[in-house]
């Protein structure tokens, strides 16, 4: 084998990860002859129409390549250029997109709001909502939500509750950054439907790539109103797929299969097992409560670099800082043991150096 081919050793995130089986197969069976393009094919309308049936309801379903594109340009339907965003300081829309959100919405701004474990904190939301009411500050518009949150925490449809009354309070909408929706659901045991639209949910950017495919997330808007002119916002930004169905048909695999569910919980059970060990053989808790598929820790410095000498690739950047390890569809358990084993192993060697 090229060298370039040897399985990396890595909790670096849910997209290292390769195409999942599901996805794979309905991607081979969508490349037998010739379809219309542009999304007037079978196979998106056959996806969108699964969607509907998940979700329980008759919403607008579009598809764009990847989380930023989904993020930035449903926020740009929900938001006039004089408007604003309120999402945590640690909101992927507001840390990863290179001001995406800004951009595609001709300079919406986004209202940062504190709150433990990376989850939107009502009073606070309040506070920045009635701050200011003049004709100077960005008129408040949307709560965007991550579900699962930056730092693998989950809201509860308790905590959607109290965002919601906000949101009807103060004529807000509400958006959901769902790059990792499927591990939420997998952790609630809530439905799809419970978990957005039923808790007032406006617009569902819904991770496909995270999930195990290889490209492509879909925009759900339970609010059909707010879809109007949507696809032409998709086609000018260049988000428009001609060959649709190499989107959607992967989707339907994880649809039709329950690979989309069945994928989020072994990440999820792998996270756990994960957190289990480490406080089992290394004494070490999780920064934030583990509630998806990722933990959060501090490590010494030199035990990260141990690690990292060893192969181990894994961000340390994240949210607050602390490395962060996540698992995703594949993740084997024995790399979880391996890495527990390598981990023990740097921390025994540096707490004895710290003691000569
Ligand atoms: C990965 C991710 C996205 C999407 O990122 P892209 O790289 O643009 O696909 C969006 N939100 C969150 C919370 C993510 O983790």
Known sequence: MNKSHQPIRQFASDNYSGICPE????LLEANSGDAPAYGNDQWTQRTADRFRELFETDCEVFFVFNGTAANSLSLAALCQSYHSVICHETAHIETDECGGPEFASNGSKLLLAKGEQGKLDPPEVERLITRRSDI???KPKVISITQATELGTVYTLNDLRGLRKLAKQYGLKMHMDGARFANAVATLDQTPAQMTWQAGIDVLCLGGTK????????ILFFDQ????????????????????????????GLLETGAWLRNARHANDMAAYLEQRLQEVAGLQPMFPRQANSVFLELPPPVIQALQAKGWQFYTFIGVGGVRLMCSWNTP???????????QRALTRTQAAGQD
């Open 136 to 138: 100077h500050y960005p």
């Open 225 to 252: 109103e707010l879809a109007a002119d949507f696809a032409w916002r998709c086609k000018q930004a260049g988000q428009l797929a001609s060959k649709m169905r190499f989107i959607a048909a992967p989707w339907l």
């Open 211 to 218: 999930n195990g495919m290889a490209i492509g997330e879909a």
């Open 333 to 343: 358990q024995e790399a979880v043991d391996q890495l527990i084993s390598d981990l």
């Open 23 to 26: 996805a794979w197969d309905y």
